[in-house]
T-cell receptor, first 107, second 123 residues
Framework: DIQMTQSPSSLSASVGDRVTITCQASQDIRKYLAWYQQKPGKAPKLLIFDASNLETGVPSRFSGSGSGTDFTFTISSLQPEDLAIYYC?????????FGQGTKLEIK | EMQMVGSGGGLVQPGGSLRISCVAS????????MSWFRQAPGKGLEWVSS????????YYADSVKGRFSISRDNSKNTLFLQMDSLTSEDTAIYYCAKGSSQYASGRHQFDCWGQGALVNISS
């Protein structure tokens, strides 16, 4: 199975800050990485697919980059509604696997 | 608007069975691979199973292989997960999710998720 290592596991930032989360795959997954947002008590929501493509309707402050084994997710200007847990997920090979999540808190 | 509504969760004794379902709307269900994921209390996300658009191919996580069975009824836009020989390790919220392609093992993202069904395995 492909292991996904996500960091940090938690972070606290202020409104307007730039926030970056990283995800590392245990083997080459090319571009097949997605980022999901999960708000408290809700289902995950797709934000980014194929490493850098923004899902329709998702605000442009969210972005992704990377390929191979190293990926980055960025929120350019943090908003209060961005309070959530963020997960990376690889879909290059079954079983699909997730990072352990990054809990984002607003200062 | 794409939407999926899950149902069938509940409290089951260890060793018991349960079938959960998910009804889809707002997209062409019969053209989309579908999957189940789960999330144990306070834990991360885990892929459970996937089925292709026509229901002819399915895949399972090792943790559920031989105990769980995924199926679909395209005439009713409904996805099912039959769960047998349940243990406490299966306690979780189970989410159905739509794949962005018709192929269950394909390289596709999951662009619509149901609200989840809580499955609690306890004596």
């Amino acid at each position: 199975d492909i292991q996904m290592t996500q960091s940090p596991s938690s972070l606290s930032a202020s409104v307007g800050d730039r926030v970056t989360i990283t995800c590392q795959a245990s083997q080459d997954i090319r571009k097949y990485l997605a980022w999901y947002q999960q708000k408290p008590g809700k289902a995950p929501k797709l934000l980014i697919f194929d490493a850098s493509n923004l899902e329709t309707g998702v605000p442009s402050r969210f972005s992704g980059s990377g390929s191979g084994t190293d990926f980055t997710f960025t929120i350019s200007s943090l908003q209060p509604e961005d309070l959530a847990i963020y997960y990376c997920q690889q879909y290059d090979n079954l079983p699909y696997t997730f990072g352990q999540g990054t809990k984002l808190e607003i200062k | 608007e794409m939407q999926m509504v899950g149902s069938g969760g509940g409290l089951v004794q260890p060793g018991g069975s349960l079938r959960i379902s998910c009804v889809a709307s707002g997209f062409t269900f019969s053209s989309s691979a579908m999957s189940w994921f789960r999330q144990a209390p306070g834990k991360g996300l885990e892929w459970v199973s996937s089925v292709n658009a026509v229901g002819s191919s399915s895949y399972y996580a090792d943790s559920v292989k031989g105990r769980f069975s995924i199926s679909r009824d395209n005439s009713k836009n409904t996805l099912f997960l039959q769960m047998d020989s349940l243990t406490s390790e299966d306690t979780a919220i189970y989410y159905c999710a739509k794949g962005s392609s018709q192929y269950a093992s394909g390289r596709h993202q999951f662009d619509c998720w149901g609200q989840g069904a809580l499955v609690n395995i306890s004596s």
